[in-house]
């Protein structure tokens, strides 16, 4: 699989910052994590992802990370596979109803 040489050092400093009894030794174990999961992102992504909340769900294969910005008018997802597959989607509201979506 292309993206475990760096996901398991990434995975193993999240499991540390989960199971720290000190705050603010999570807080910057769970943080060094977030960086190290938007650098994997960042080297594997064909084009960009909406910068915001993230997800990484993982089993054997594939991994998935999934991002979503959500605006006062626009939702916005994406989802990186581990062989690189990328995936993006919007959806603009208009007085509380969908008004144009686009996927690609």
Known sequence: MLLRPLLVPALA???IALS????SVAL???SLFHKRV???MRQFATRPLPAGDTLVTWTTEPVLFHTSAIGDDTA?????RGDRMVGTSM???LDGQPYDRVAG
């Open 91 to 93: 959806v603009t509201w």
């Open 20 to 23: 720290s009894s000190a705050q």
């Open 28 to 30: 910057r174990d769970t």
């Open 13 to 15: 400093l999240g499991t």
């Open 76 to 80: 916005r997802a994406g989802m990186l």
């Open 38 to 40: 938007v650098y994997i």
